[in-house]
């Protein structure tokens, strides 16, 4: 069975400062997509950034940026210059045919 | 260009009653999929819709049924509302079938049994 998880719980970092959250996946499969979606308290579910396993060069989209091991089946995030505005759930999923989700790491920023 | 919308945003049932959510696709999408996330949970993908099918399905049972028109609008139907199934409902909308491509998601209806 195809699982994702994410360790963290929750983690608090101040403003400006850089944050990883952690991500392992459990597959058999060679070709994939792993997202990483953000779920602020308003709810909306929003794609941060998404990266395709067949593709080795990791994925940036402006301040996140990803680390992707394939060997290993693992794919953090990591935000840079946090803001107050990153302050959400953050969801890794992993998709071949179902998205299959994590439980979700809690990130709050700080002042 | 109007999002992925989802009506209604709150909904209150009894045990026993049945449930019709709904969802309007991003424009130029034409897959939908429907997740159930419950409180402090990711979410759990229900099903998937692509041309008027449903090309997918999670580990839910048969009390879950949904529904796709022509304009690529989708409903979700469930029968015989168990407390459990309170819970969050998102949809989400794609082009094309299948899950590897990018999912913009709505506000999600928040359904509460008692």
């Known amino acids: 069975a195809q699982t994702v998880t994410q360790s963290q719980p929750e983690m608090s970092v101040q403003e400006a400062e850089t944050v990883t959250l952690s991500c392992t996946y459990d597959?058999?499969?060679?070709?994939?997509?792993l997202f990483w979606y953000k779920q602020p308290p308003s709810r909306q579910m929003i794609l941060v950034i998404r990266?395709?396993?067949?593709k080795q060069q990791n994925a940036t989209e402006n301040r996140f940026s990803v680390n992707f091991q394939k060997a290993a089946k693992s794919f953090s995030l990591k935000i840079s210059d946090s803001q107050l505005g990153d302050t959400a759930m953050y969801f890794c999923a992993f998709s071949n045919y179902q998205l299959i989700w994590g439980a979700g790491t809690k990130l709050i920023i700080k002042p | 260009d109007a999002g992925v919308t989802q009506s209604p945003t709150h909904l209150i049932k009894t045990r026993g009653q049945q449930v019709t959510l709904r969802c309007s696709p991003k424009?130029?999408?034409?897959?939908v999929s429907w997740y159930q996330q419950a409180l402090g949970q990711g979410p759990q993908f229900i099903f998937q819709?692509?041309?008027?099918?449903?090309?997918q399905r999670g580990n839910f049972p048969d009390r879950f049924s949904g529904h796709q028109f022509p304009n690529y609008s989708s409903e979700l139907n469930v029968n015989a509302l168990l407390l459990g199934d309170s819970a969050l409902y998102l949809c989400a909308s794609s082009f094309g079938a299948g899950t590897q491509e990018t999912q913009y998601f709505g506000p999600g209806t928040r359904l509460l049994v008692l």
């Open positions: 990266q395709e396993a067949y």
């Open positions: 819709y692509y041309e008027e099918e449903e090309r």
């Open positions: 424009s130029g999408h034409d897959t």
């Open positions: 597959t058999s499969e060679n070709n994939y997509y």
